[in-house]
C-alpha cells in the first residue's frame, strides 16, 4: 500500500493551526496564552478541554484525550490518520501524492521532489516579499501593515509578501522559471478547479492576500499562510 511523504505530512502540519482547525468545528475561549472549551470527547460541566497554540497540541483533563491536529481530526471525525491527513491537505489546499517504497531510485525520485518543492517555496516566498516591498499593487498590504505597527524590520525578517489579486499572477510567473503545472499543483500553491480533472484548468490558491511564510525547524519555507485584505476580520487561510 503507498504511503504520504513525511515531509507532505510535515507540510501539512506547518500549514493548518490547530486553533484554527479546532476552532472551525466549535467555539475556543481564550484562557491565558492558550483556549479552552467543554470537551468534545466526553460530557463535562467545567471547561477542562485545552488547545495550546505554542505547542500545536491540545489535551483533555477530565478524560484524557489529547495530542497533534491530526489526532484532533482523527477522534472527532472518526477517521484513520490517512484520512485525517487528506482532510487537512484539502483544508490548507495541499496536493497529496502517495509513494510507493522501492529501491534506491524510488529513494533519489523523492529526494528530488522534495528539493524542488523546497526550491519552489523558497523562490515564491521571495516573489510574494518583492512584490510586497516594491509593487504599486501592494501599497493597500503595506498601508495595512503600517496601521497594525508591522515595522519594516519586521517585514524583512518574516519575509512577509503579498499576493496579488489575479487568479494567475502566481501561475504565469512560476511557468516562466521553469516549473512545470504539475509541481506547482503539488506544491499546493496552484489549485486545480476541479480535482478530478487532472488535466482541467488551475488558479493561484492565494490571492489579494498579505503572505507569512512557514518554515521547518531549520528555516526552511514549507507552506504559506494569507490573511484576506480586504476583510481585515477574515481569518488566515
Known amino acids: 500500500m503507498g504511503t504520504i511523504p513525511q515531509e507532505t505530512i ?3 502540519a506547518a500549514a493548518n493551526d490547530i486553533v484554527e482547525v479546532i476552532g472551525s468545528y466549535f467555539p475556543l475561549k481564550r484562557a491565558g496564552a492558550n483556549f479552552k472549551a467543554l470537551c ?12 495550546s497554540p505554542s505547542r500545536q ?21 472518526h477517521v484513520d490518520f490517512p484520512a485525517a491527513v487528506r482532510k487537512l491537505a484539502a483544508r490548507a489546499g495541499i496536493a497529496v501524492v502517495t509513494e510507493y517504497r522501492g529501491g534506491a531510485a524510488d529513494e533519489d525520485r523523492r529526494h528530488a521532489t522534495r528539493q524542488m518543492l523546497l526550491k519552489l ?6 516573489w510574494f516579499h518583492e512584490n510586497l516591498l516594491q509593487q504599486q499593487f501592494a501599497r493597500p498590504a503595506r498601508d495595512y501593515l503600517e496601521r497594525r505597527g508591522i515595522s519594516p524590520q519586521t517585514i524583512e525578517r518574516w519575509k512577509l509578501g503579498f499576493a496579488p489579486e489575479s487568479w494567475d499572477a502566481f501561475l504565469t510567473w512560476a511557468l516562466a522559471q521553469g516549473y512545470t503545472r504539475a509541481q506547482l499543483v503539488q506544491s499546493g500553491l496552484v489549485k486545480l478547479r476541479d480535482e478530478n480533472r487532472l488535466q482541467g484548468d488551475v488558479y493561484d490558491r492565494f490571492r489579494a492576500r498579505i503572505m507569512f511564510p512557514i518554515c521547518n525547524d531549520i528555516g ?18
Open 10 to 12: 510535515e507540510q501539512i
Open 40 to 51: 468534545p470527547f466526553h460530557q463535562e460541566k467545567t471547561p477542562s478541554f485545552i488547545v
Open 57 to 77: 497540541t491540545f489535551h483533555c483533563f477530565g478524560c484524557g484525550a489529547g495530542g497533534s491536529v491530526f489526532r484532533f481530526v482523527m477522534d472527532y471525525e
Open 121 to 126: 517555496h523558497a523562490e515564491a516566498a521571495e
Open 220 to 237: 526552511e519555507v514549507i507552506a504559506f499562510s494569507g490573511r484576506i485584505l480586504k476583510e481585515e476580520e477574515g481569518a488566515a487561510k
